[in-house]
């Protein structure tokens, strides 16, 4: 172990519950589980934890990093420089090792022959024999190289003194019903534990100084660290599990799919979730069809939702684009259809296990002509849930098609919630019309504005009444769907659309906006020196995005946009900027600048001095990334 100086710092301020550990394995050798027990016990202690995985897209056998991040504020965004490394492949050594803090701490597996020029000496470094210890666990050699894992886990449960009772639990929970396979892997972390309190026991708190630490959860009147949760009213779930349940909430009953990384999990999850917490003694409830291809996904879900089932699909990028014609249908047919578009790395098959947000345009105006859609952009798990349980009742009520856009970080990755509430408003199918509706109206005409937010009524198939049927088109068509090629009854059925897309405003979920002083609350109130605009898994990272300018001496107002159109919430916002002339920054995870496109486009005279801070990379969002960019465009401003 090489000599190092002295750390000079305040222990229980400056590393309990404060770092950012980062596990390099290999695709395949069963790292995932460990991991995921390593970051569910931090959360079985109350703390607000944050975890990423970052895999290969094509075989085993390549590298795969998992990344959790402990922070007094309860920041869980992307950090990338990171304070304990644990190295299980030789592959990535040098380059994991340039991540590594000054000070940080380096545990390896000892079979890894290492060239001294190698290690770096501002870093503490100690080697495990990692075969030894699970050599009388098994003797299955494949076992064993999975068991090696858990001992990793034992060794940094001990050393972040991490209750046994917790990293029980979590174990438990990641391996439920298989008593076995808990019984052995519990062997194996006990094997690391015993190792870490014979020979690392004893290190200088300079050496490791990093401790998680349970929080006591807020009390009336007191103020306590917002790292602290209540484990019992919290979810650490992925955003596909999420938007999966929502998607059983929102009563979908028809889904159709081909499988696509990352969104294949929301649609494994659907039929799971819909198994499990549906009633289905009175038959099933649902039908889940894996089509031969995207386009075939869509077609069927625009099918059942003619007819009048809740239907949805699941994508990503490439699938998005092979779904274009039938998108244009179901919004010129007016057909209600719901689709999750998980974002990934493109164009075309790009990085298809990295995240970015690089899909807006393509969504907003998603096939051929004067066509474009609503779009939700979920920040987090519970509106994972809650928009996509509330993506049907959109979907119904405008009679078109609805687009989800998450994307790999939010849809792959544990994220920390609220338990979901059960729904308890009935859902809103829109306007449909029954026998009661038809025999009072002198004529129903499918394609007519009765009430000028330019939707139509609709009648339903099997909806047995003489004025019902009608003949559902994708070519022109007059107001009671008759096929026309006259120029003016097309151009007021384009603007009628139009006018329904301008309804939509007030429907779909509104901008969110956090203000944010450097001056204390009594301060005399004066304009923000900084106006942030982000949507979507942004999310994560924005919250110390905040905190970091606001050390720096700036105001901050900073809204997060839920949707698209864009109400008149986010008109005022910037409104009130545009007269002030205050710096506003649109942050991004795409190369374009694609969501200030659509605000350009929105509004052409406010968001014209709007600024992007655009990260795309295919990495998670990185605050200090960003809020270091943010100042040094400040600093060259006129």
Known sequence: MIAFPTVKSDLKSDFINNFVLHVATVNGSGSQSANQILLKSLFHMGLRVGGKNLFPSNIAGLATWFTIRLHPKGYTGRRAEQDILVAMNPATLAADLKGLKTGGFLLYN??????????????????????????????????????????YVGILSELLHIPKACSQKALSDQFSGKESVIETNLAAFMAGADYAREHLSGLPAEEFPYRAEKIPLPTSGSETSSAAIDPEASLLMDGNAASAIGAVAGGCSFASWYPITPSSSLMEGFTSWAEQLRDHS?????????????????????????????????????????????????YYAEIPAVVFNVQRAGPSTGLPTRTLQGDILAAAFLSHGDTRHVLLFPGDIEECFEFARISFDLAERLQTLVIVLSDLDLGMNL??????????????RGKIVGLEDLEKMPEFARYRDVDGDGICHRSLPLTEHPKAAYFTRGTGHDEKSGYSEDPEVFRRNLERLKRKFDTAKELVPKALRQSLSHRPQSAEAKSSSVALIAYGSSAEAMHEVLDSLVAQGLDCDYLRLRAYPFGQEVEEFLTEHNERETPLFVIEQNRDAQMLSLLKEAFPRLACRSRSILQFDGLPLEAQAVAKEIQLCLEVQP
């Open 282 to 330: 009175q038959g099933k409830t649902y039908a889940v069809i894996q089509a031969e291809d995207e386009i075939a996904a869509l077609c069927m879900v625009i099918g059942a939702g003619w007819v009048g089932a809740r239907a949805m699909t699941a994508t990503s990028g490439p699938g998005l684009s092979l779904m274009a014609e039938a998108a244009g249908l179901a």
């Open 415 to 428: 994220h920390l919630g609220q338990k979901f509430p059960y729904p308890t408003q009935p859902f809103d």
């Open 110 to 151: 000892s079979e890894i022959k290492i060239d001294p020029q190698l290690i770096r000496r501002d870093v503490f470094c100690h080697k495990v024999p990692f075969r030894d210890l699970v050599e009388s666990l098994s003797s299955s050699v494949k076992l064993k190289k999975l068991l090696v894992n858990m001992v």
